[in-house]
């Protein structure tokens, strides 16, 4: 079964290595390049915030909601930070019914320290009575078709719902609720010798490995995330780094 599986992955990847080779990927774009990308908001009524990304054949939906809850002991005047990740098994073959597998962990992991790490978030804005009761904002994460790149479409998209809150018809929730920054993510994949922006599906399931970098407005990369069995050189991490500072501006414009 391991050998079937290895045999159909050099079947798949001869082709884009062979086209990498000639200076283009199978679909034309530029090494740098991400697939038709747009954003739109206020796309679930009953979310405070929402907003849904379409990345190339990939769609996710995102919707932000604060509740109220008790602090976590050790951070009495703080509010918190919930991530989940549901893959519908309608957004790909590969997805079945039931719990968080292992991939939507993973994919809300990245998200949840890509907002945390980023420090976006004052969590002690969202305390309403040091240890008694703070505001705890759930990111739900929606993934309604997979073309490839889910944690860039979901970061993307996560931010765009936190930015759309407009909060709860409460007196204890501050209507100047904002974000200090709008981190957003960028994932390069290794398929060879070479580095691809936003790798499609049909990369992904190709490549090496992969590395995404969360990076703020302000030029900080507040978190690194490695993915895949392969690796990364240190001349090949400096690269990708230079191409996610680029990439970011681009989709940095999408929230306005």
């Not at 073309?147 to 209507?175: T, Y």
């Not at 994949?189 to 992904?204: F, H, I, W």
């Not at 690194?224 to 681009?250: D, H, N, P, W």
Request: hydrophobic fraction near 40%; proline fraction near 6%.
């Amino acid at each position: 079964m391991i050998e079937k599986h290895r045999v159909l992955s050099l079947l798949k990847k001869e082709p884009l290595l062979r086209s990498l080779q000639q200076g283009k990927r199978i679909d034309g774009r530029t090494f740098d390049q991400y697939r038709p990308i747009s954003l739109e908001r206020h796309v679930i009524k009953s979310a405070e915030g929402s907003a849904q990304v379409r990345l190339g054949d990939t769609t996710v939906l995102v919707g932000a909601k604060p509740k109220k809850m008790p602090p976590f002991p050790d951070a009495p005047d703080e509010g918190g930070l919930i991530v989940g990740a549901e893959l519908r098994p309608l957004a790909s073959p590969t997805f079945e019914p039931g719990p968080p597998d292992e991939n939507a962990i993973e994919l809300a992991r990245i998200v949840d320290r890509g907002l945390r790490e980023s420090k976006c978030l004052d969590f002690r804005e969202l305390c309403i009575e040091a240890g008694k009761e703070v505001w705890v904002i759930y990111v739900d994460i929606h993934v309604l078709d997979h073309g490839g790149n889910l944690v860039d479409a979901a970061m993307l998209a996560s931010i765009a719902a936190l930015l759309d809150i407009k909060g709860p018809e409460d007196p204890a929730w501050k209507k100047d609720f904002s974000l200090k920054y709008k981190p957003v993510s960028v994932t390069i994949a290794k398929l060879g010798n070479c580095l691809l922006a936003d790798p499609s599906l049909e990369e992904e399931e190709a490549m090496d490995s992969r590395i995404t970098f969360c990076v703020r407005e302000d030029g900080v990369i507040s978190a690194v995330q490695k993915g895949g069995s392969g690796y990364f050189e240190s001349e090949e991490i400096l690269r990708a780094e230079e191409m996610a500072f680029t990439c970011a501006e681009k989709l940095r414009r999408l929230l306005g």
